[in-house]
């Protein structure tokens, strides 16, 4: 939920991805230009039937924030290696192998928090159970986490200023 309390609308998430990708189109045509290297596979990418079976998956495996389960719904991934020092919103399926794997990460009262993307350097963000977005201090699970969005709406607007701010 965002700082309002209002939940994320699949409308917005969906507007969202639009805009991100023109960004991102703009950013790609003239990244080779301005960098002397060609870019990486950056993209949003919509959900299909099989991300939302993983996304199912996800939400019977353990109780997520509503956002996340809006997010998937719309989106399967994002993968931005281009965009600063890189930002990616995991795959629900890579999600749910990470919770497989080492559970929800502990953040004070915050349980459970999920991890759901990172950055390129190996900055993880989980969202938590009051829809608060946190990022990792270092590359590691169990190490401190501070506040980096009020929710998952306000993470993706950041994530569009940074596109934006690359233009």
């Not at 993209?43 to 924030?65: N, Y």
């Not at 190490?143 to 569009?160: W, Y």
Request: glycine share 8%.
């Amino acid at each position: 939920m965002d700082v309002s309390g209002e939940r994320l609308d699949s409308e917005w998430v969906r507007g969202w991805c639009e805009q991100t990708s023109a960004g991102l189109s703009a950013l790609m045509s003239s990244f080779l230009k301005k960098h002397g290297y060609p870019p990486g596979e950056n993209a949003v990418i919509f959900a299909t039937e099989e991300s939302h079976g993983a996304a199912d998956a996800l939400v019977d495996l353990t109780p997520i924030p509503s956002d996340l389960t809006t997010l998937y719904w719309v989106v399967c991934e994002v993968s931005l290696p281009d965009v600063e020092h890189g930002y990616f919103v995991h795959p629900a399926l890579t999600v749910a192998e990470h919770f497989h794997e080492y559970g929800s990460v502990r953040i004070d009262d915050e349980q459970p928090a999920i991890l759901f993307a990172s950055d390129g350097g190996g900055h993880l963000f989980v969202v938590a159970g009051s829809g608060r977005v946190w990022r990792s201090t270092t590359a590691s699970w169990f190490d401190d986490f501070e506040v980096a969005a009020e929710s998952i709406q306000d993470f993706l607007e950041q994530l569009g200023r940074r596109v934006a701010g690359q233009i």
